[in-house]
């Protein structure tokens, strides 16, 4: 299958790993910064592999290479740009979160996919994490009974050197703040697994310390589920000195399950009413990551190549970007206006933020 990635930052090199890991036919990188893309070659010993074309521009390389699948791993505030574009010449697309920063563009992918018969995925590869997968597993078994509560905390640390990396961090149009870049993946998680429906939520964000950004480096939010449970979500890159925890708590009738590490990728808790045999396995789980993006990348690929080969829908579709954007900006509405918001939200978008934290 020939694959081409479109971004070459910080994130691109799993997706790299994910091509070379799945067999695809690496067949075009493309940044606006060729230095950029050279580097992210060298340090997968591809720099003198030159079956990989190298663009500049991704129209160019999407009608003269026509691949059958594209990695967009570009600054967030092109990615619903770059995936409609894609979109509508037939290619199917993996978009790395978010996969838009409004929701017209949200629903828009969405729609238009669905329209022309193209496979999206949302690159919320920590879905795949086998502590997640184990605890979605007795979710759908009903071994939880019914739900009452959860919550998500992301408390991670990021300082002015990794902002100085890219300019587009940070910023209302390109990025959002700590939720949207951060802590979206928890936010995925703990929307999926409370059945999606959300019908309100109240939120608070702040700007602590980060005060050469445009957006937040806190947040926290209460959210209100159509099924009746209620979460918190916490966020924040403020973590001193270095980041701590990603994790997710679920709290049912018959069951009470904690997903620690630091992405989501432990089980610290995992106490079910009817016991198993294979409980044990899952009590103490630890799954070794070599960063906080996990090891989720490579099966997402593995994911979306199984469903193009097999014309479904991928595990993780672009319905799944949709509701963990609209839950982060919902976060950020009831911020700017001061009170609950209701859901589905049709018309917000992170820009509508500017000003926020302007001192």
């Not at 995925?188 to 950004?213: N, P």
């Not at 403020?238 to 997710?248: D, G, I, K």
């Not at 103490?284 to 080969?309: C, F």
């Amino acid at each position: 299958m020939k694959y081409a990635l479109i971004g070459c930052g910080r994130i691109a090199t799993n997706h790299v790993k994910a091509v070379l890991n799945n067999g695809l036919e690496f067949a075009a990188v493309c940044d606006v910064d060729q230095q950029q893309m050279e580097s992210l070659l060298a340090k997968h010993g591809l720099e003198k592999d030159h079956s990989i074309a190298r663009y500049t521009d991704y129209r160019k390389m999407v009608e003269e290479v026509q691949p059958e699948l594209v990695g967009i791993a570009t600054e967030s505030g092109v990615h619903a740009q770059i995936a409609l574009y894609c979109i509508d010449h037939g290619v199917n697309c993996i978009i790395e979160k978010p996969i838009a920063m409004s929701m017209k563009d949200a629903d828009e992918i969405v729609r238009r996919s669905e329209e022309k018969g193209v496979k999206v995925s949302a690159c919320h590869q920590n879905r795949f994490n086998i502590a997640v997968q184990e605890t979605r597993k007795a979710l759908e078994a009903g071994r939880f009974g019914k739900l009452s509560h959860g919550s998500v905390h992301v408390r991670w640390n990021r300082n002015k050197s990794y902002y100085d990396q890219a300019p587009w961090r940070g910023r209302w149009a390109s990025d959002g703040g700590a939720l949207m870049n951060q802590c979206i993946h928890g936010i995925d998680l703990l929307r999926w697994m409370f059945g999606d429906e959300v019908e309100e939520v109240y939120g608070q964000t702040r700007q602590q310390f980060h005060h050469y950004l445009e957006a937040e480096d806190v947040g926290m939010a209460v959210v209100k589920f159509k099924n009746g449970a209620i979460a918190t979500i916490e966020g924040t890159t403020n973590v001193y000195p270095q980041n701590l925890e990603e994790t997710l708590y679920i709290f049912g009738e018959k069951g009470t399950v904690k997903i620690g590490g630091k992405s989501t990728n432990n089980i610290d808790v995992w106490d079910f009413a009817d016991e198993e045999a294979r409980d044990d396995a899952n009590k103490g789980l630890k799954e070794a990551t070599s960063n906080v993006y996990g090891n989720g990348h490579t099966s997402l690929y593995a994911d979306m190549i199984d469903a193009i080969e097999h014309d479904r829908k991928p595990y993780v579709d672009p319905v799944a970007g949709r509701n963990a954007l609209e839950l982060v900006l919902a976060i950020y509405k009831s911020q700017k206006e001061g009170v609950p918001v209701k859901l589905p939200l049709k018309d917000f978008e992170s820009t509508d933020m500017a000003g926020e934290f302007d001192v």
